[in-house]
């Protein structure tokens, strides 16, 4: 009862951050800061995409971005080859891409999740690769290193209509995903993370059901990618760069692993961070340039001081105290206990 009675007060919360956020638009008119917010809802998408790998499942990717870059392609080719940009033309670009996302994600974990942690992690590298080295080579199809430049409708040339679409975007996904993380498919999956073996000898298949969040999670990344491409009205083969993975995994862990509120807040700093150094910083002095090496130093002490992540972290503070709590509590009541004995 009181997990439930928690669950409803984090989702009221939840939600009147939503509204807060949406209200941003209609009352602050700075465009590039409202596209760096856009960037943020659109990979806290995609992080969130990696933490039901990472942080639900154990399972670590190097390759997740080939996801993210179906879906930016996806949509793109679609666009790009139409002869006027319409909702509908929009609306298809993203069913083929959510579904071309969804084979390629069945049939690359059919190949690789009954692999070690390691292997795996390896063999998702190299099919990122794979994907990378194809979209520079299709040039007919892609534009290849060239890029693809295309038009959007009107209604995502609003600033204020792609803001809003990303944001409740955002929402939607993360309700739906706490769901599912909450479901008995969660909890077999926190299982399968906790220990796998002891999950196999409770009598639990563990494939089907790495296989499903495979699919799940690499839906929603091609999502992220489409939401993505259509911001940018550009796309070009970084998209499949192991950058683009690295920057989900950093959002996952800075935020918080396993807790899917964390990766939004991951992605909140490090999105603002590249923008900050290498735009607001970059004239003060040349280090601010090579923002890389700033943002793996800041990087290092967050995992050396703050391994669960910000959101982990006060999390287990908020238990720590709980259960201090409740043991001055069991002690002022043993000896009560003993003074009426």
Known sequence: MKQLNKMQLSTWVYLLISVLLAVVPFVYDNLSMLFLIVQIFIFGIFAMSYDLLLG??????????????????????????????????????????????????????????????????????????????????????????????????EFFK???????LCLSSLVVIFF??????????????????????????????????????????????????????????????????????????LMTIIGGVGTLIGPVIGAGLIEYAHHFLSSELADVHWIFERWVILFGTVYILAVIFFPKGIVGSIQGFVNKRKIKKQEQFDKKQSEKDELAG
Request: no cysteine.
């Open 56 to 153: 639900y499942t154990g399972i670590v990717s190097f390759g997740h971005a080939m996801f993210f870059g179906v879906g930016a392609y996806g949509v793109s080719i679609v666009l790009e080859r139409s002869e006027e940009p319409t909702m509908a033309v929009v609306i298809l670009g993203t069913i083929i891409a959510l579904g071309i996302a969804a084979v390629i994600s069945f049939i690359a974990g059919i190949l690789t999740l009954r692999l070690k942690s390691h292997f795996y992690a390896m063999l998702t590298l190299a099919l990122a690769g794979l994907f990378l080295a194809a979209a520079e080579k299709m040039r007919d199809l892609t534009g290849g290193s060239d890029g693809l430049l295309f038009t959007v409708p």
């Open 158 to 164: 609003d600033r204020t209509n792609l803001y809003l």
């Open 176 to 249: 739906l995903l706490r769901r599912v993380t909450n479901s008995p498919l969660g909890r077999v999956l926190v299982a399968i993370r906790e220990n796998e073996q002891r999950t196999m000898s409770l009598g639990y298949k563990i494939f089907p059901y790495k296989l499903i969040i495979s699919v799940i999670s690499g839906v929603v990344a091609a999502f992220a990618g489409v939401l993505y491409a259509i911001s940018i009205r550009f796309i070009d083969t970084t998209v499949f760069a192991v950058d683009v993975t690295l920057d989900a995994l």
